[in-house]
């Protein structure tokens, strides 16, 4: 049997090497880099994978050299995984027999098909097409699945969902899981199981709190007639299953005859009756003598852009305006700092939601308030579940706007 020493794994990154190769005829053994030298000699594992946290400490890079020099155990081969670094180091890591660095997060297909052609022996991968998105807007995880079911995505889903809860130290995490795109039969059954069994996280989440959004009668006869998916909810209506999540939970402070797009749509609240300044006081908790908070305008027109100016600039904000995507990305790619962005959707020279899906992809951390005449539940969810934090339809008072403003940088604190 093969077997193959992994050092200083995260718990996900066990278990889900152990969940992959346990069909595979391969023995995994999991340390850290303190015994990982003791266990190396005595196991002589077929190859070795390390994960790297932050950076090569210097614990990790003793035990490279005491492994470079040792002659059981120089020729075998390691594959490494961690942060973006510099090629030059990577390039140094080769004489310590590492094969292969990936930059996390990690294209596992390639990841396995490393690990095969090491092994000799290649690791089944289902090559099914499949878009597997993940995307977290407050406590609810948006998961779309499209175009089918691929088996090593859905195994990797469970450990993903767990990592953002833990990142984000979620304590009632509720799911929408989005299979709008998929029509399946039976003989998509077993996948869909599997699919089902990962999207709790382990039974992290609640059947009660994963709701699925799908057009297709078999998902619902499946989840209907299985007991294990008791509690589960499928139907059509995106409005429906948001505002059931909202209300299945009693902590959260909504009305429960309301859904979220009314939350969303319909504030009327100006910006003075919030009691906050856009003074920020997170060092001296003294809104008078705090920094100005920078907020990003991107609209292309003029008036809305003056109007929001004035309303910010009265609240004691600082606004950088934008009249088109393309000025806004530039800024975002020179590292200007905002504090929250206000943006359209339709821009005269790009899409809204390009714009949301390019920050999502670069993990755009300011907080992002749409404020467009696009009202379509389609597009609004669309909106949120790229990393949206608020939704307002146009027209709006100016003071709407700067009070949702206010209220998504507070949360943040």
């Keep these: 049997m093969k077997s193959v020493l992994l050092i200083d794994g995260s718990k996900l990154f066990q278990d889900f090497l152990r969940d992959k190769v346990a069909t595979e005829q391969v023995d995994l053994e999991c340390v850290n880099s303190r015994e990982a030298y003791s266990k190396m000699l005595s196991l002589l594992p077929d190859l070795i994978i390390i994960e790297v946290e932050d950076e090569i400490k210097e614990e990790l890079t003793n035990l490279l050299n005491k492994k470079h020099v040792d002659p059981n155990a120089k020729k075998i081969p390691i594959i490494m995984t961690g942060p973006v670094i510099d090629r030059s180091k990577i390039a140094n890591l080769v004489?310590?027999?590492?094969?292969?660095?990936?930059?996390?997060?990690?294209?596992?297909?390639?990841?396995?098909?490393?690990?095969?052609?090491?092994?000799?022996?290649?690791?089944?991968?289902?090559?099914?097409?499949?878009?597997?998105?993940?995307?977290?807007?407050?406590?609810?995880?948006?998961?779309?699945?499209?175009?089918?079911?691929?088996?090593?995505?859905?195994?990797?889903?469970?450990?993903?969902?767990?990592?953002?809860?833990?990142?984000?130290?979620?304590?009632?995490?509720?799911?929408?899981?989005?299979?709008?795109?998929?029509?399946?039969?039976?003989?998509?059954?077993?996948n869909l199981e599997l699919l089902l069994?990962?999207?709790?996280?382990?039974?992290?989440?609640?059947?009660?709190?994963?709701?699925?959004?799908?057009?297709?009668?078999?998902?619902?006869?499946?989840?209907?007639?299985?007991?294990?998916?008791?509690?589960?909810?499928?139907?059509?209506?995106?409005?429906?299953?948001?505002?059931?999540?909202?209300?299945?939970?009693?902590?959260?402070?909504?009305?429960?005859?309301?859904?979220?797009?009314?939350?969303?749509?319909?504030?009327?609240?100006?910006?003075?009756?919030?009691?906050?300044?856009?003074?920020?006081?997170?060092?001296?908790?003294?809104?008078?003598?705090?920094?100005?908070?920078?907020?990003?305008?991107?609209?292309?027109?003029?008036?809305?852009?003056?109007?929001?100016?004035?309303?910010?600039?009265?609240?004691?904000?600082?606004?950088?305006?934008?009249?088109?995507?393309?000025?806004?990305?530039?800024?975002?790619?020179?590292?200007?700092?905002?504090?929250?962005?206000?943006?359209?959707l339709y821009l005269p020279d790009m899409d809204g939601i390009s714009i949301l899906k390019t920050l999502m992809q670069r993990n755009y951390q300011t907080p992002i308030l749409i404020y467009s005449k696009a009202s379509s539940k389609d597009v609004v969810v669309n909106a949120l579940s790229l990393g949206a934090k608020c939704y307002l339809v146009k027209p709006q008072k100016p003071g709407t706007i700067v009070n949702k403003a206010l209220e998504i940088i507070h949360s943040r604190r």
Excluded: W
């Excluded at 878009?131 to 406590?139: F, K, Q, T």
């Excluded at 920078?294 to 009249?323: I, P, Y």
């Design 95 to 190: 004489e310590f027999g590492v094969v292969k660095y990936f930059t996390k997060p990690i294209k596992f297909d390639v990841f396995f098909e490393s690990m095969g052609r090491i092994l000799k022996m290649p690791l089944s991968m289902d090559t099914t097409p499949c878009i597997l998105d993940i995307h977290l807007n407050g406590s609810i995880i948006f998961v779309e699945v499209a175009q089918g079911l691929n088996r090593e995505k859905l195994l990797l889903l469970k450990y993903k969902l767990s990592e953002i809860i833990d990142k984000y130290k979620i304590n009632i995490p509720k799911v929408i899981l989005m299979l709008t795109n998929l029509q399946l039969t039976f003989v998509d059954g077993a």
């Design 197 to 344: 069994n990962n999207v709790s996280a382990g039974g992290r989440i609640p059947n009660k709190y994963i709701k699925v959004l799908s057009l297709d009668k078999f998902v619902t006869e499946l989840i209907g007639g299985h007991p294990e998916y008791s509690g589960m909810v499928v139907s059509q209506n995106l409005q429906y299953v948001i505002s059931s999540l909202m209300n299945d939970d009693s902590s959260l402070n909504y009305d429960s005859k309301e859904f979220i797009y009314d939350k969303i749509l319909n504030s009327d609240r100006p910006a003075e009756e919030a009691g906050l300044g856009f003074m920020d006081d997170r060092s001296t908790g003294d809104k008078n003598t705090g920094t100005m908070i920078k907020v990003a305008l991107v609209d292309d027109d003029v008036v809305v852009r003056k109007l929001l100016e004035n309303a910010f600039t009265s609240a004691s904000g600082e606004a950088t305006l934008f009249e088109n995507g393309t000025s806004f990305m530039k800024a975002v790619s020179e590292e200007a700092d905002f504090d929250v962005l206000v943006l359209d």
